[in-house]
């Protein structure tokens, strides 16, 4: 199976459950804390690996408690560690993470070690590339680490998939470099310069003009719209109760990959995808909900 290289961030969330998300000045009582494993990136590279993919993952930690823990976690998940790196430069990421009755979240991110990832890090991971291998990368490093690794990427054909989170104006040059980009519907709008509210077909068309070859919004309980090489169409999600949206994109995006590494179309990669987040959002937490190949393969 052709490989999937992550390349991206890794934080610990702290997570505290509360009815309603404080207003500004306000200070309420919460509910459950957690502590769990987070960031876009691992996420993503947890996602790849419980769905059966042959995962690559970068990351840069700290050389602290929590960067250490998150070593041996990776390590116990079956992660191939060679190219996670501890820097004695920055502290481990953390995120801040409020979630409410309507499964809702508030993050806030101090990056640390995770805005050290540059450059020559990419360099060192570019000899595991091969032509057909996929690249997933989402906007919790450095830009210019992202746009050099993209450009990267391309010469040597392997396709790369940005999941552009958070949001943040893009470089016009890296989009051509994109075999696919998956924002939500608000990310689709700011990178494509239209109006909050824009539909979601005109807003992804605009994305593919840009030069992005295939585009998916992701569009929460409505599923998502795919565009693939300028052809747009619908991917339904499954009815599910949410108590948690964190890192229901990450799975989407890690099981996409996961299914079009396997050779499946982008209709049935995103059909698994979708499976995957809607799982996902039934349990609390970042890494403890993502689900594990078994649990998609039944009622799909
Ligand atoms: O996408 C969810 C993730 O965003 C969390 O795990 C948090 O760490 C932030 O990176």
């Given at each position: 199976m052709k490989k999937i290289i992550v390349i991206g961030s890794s934080n610990v969330d702290m997570v505290m459950k509360t009815s309603h998300l404080p207003a500004p000045g306000e200070t309420i009582l919460g509910g459950e804390f957690l502590m769990n494993q987070g960031g876009k990136g691992a996420n993503q590279a947890v996602a790849v690996r419980r769905m059966g993919g042959n995962l690559i993952f970068m990351a840069k930690l700290g050389n602290d408690i929590l960067g250490r823990q998150s070593l041996e976690y990776f390590e116990n998940e079956g992660?191939?560690?060679?190219y996670l790196t501890l820097t004695e430069n920055a502290a481990s990421g953390v995120a801040l993470i409020s979630v409410d009755s309507q499964a809702e979240n508030s993050i806030i991110v101090a990056s640390g070690a995770n805005m050290l990832l540059n450059e020559q890090d990419v360099d060192r991971i570019t000899e595991e590339m091969e032509e057909g291998d996929i690249l997933l990368m989402q906007l919790e490093i450095p830009l210019q680490t992202v746009v050099y690794a993209a450009k990267k990427a391309f010469e040597k054909g392997v396709k790369m998939v940005l999941?552009?989170?958070?949001a943040c104006n893009l470089p016009q040059e890296l989009f051509p470099y994109l075999y696919m980009i998956t924002p939500n519907a608000i990310e689709a709008e700011m990178l494509a310069g239209m109006k909050l509210g824009t539909d979601a077909e005109e807003v992804g068309k605009k994305l593919y003009e840009m030069g992005v070859k295939n585009v998916i919004i992701t569009l929460g309980a409505k599923g998502c719209l795919i565009i693939e090489e300028g052809i747009s169409y619908h991917v339904d999600a499954f009815k599910v109760k949410p108590i948690d949206t964190t890192a229901a994109g990450d799975t989407f995006n890690g099981a996409l990959c996961v299914g079009l590494a396997e050779g499946m179309d982008l209709k049935q990669a995103a059909v698994i995808a979708s499976k995957a987040s809607s799982i996902a959002?039934?349990?609390?937490g970042a890494q403890p909900s993502i689900p594990y190949r078994k649990e998609i393969n039944t009622n799909i």
């Open positions: 992660i191939d560690t060679r999941n552009p989170a958070p959002v039934t349990r609390m």
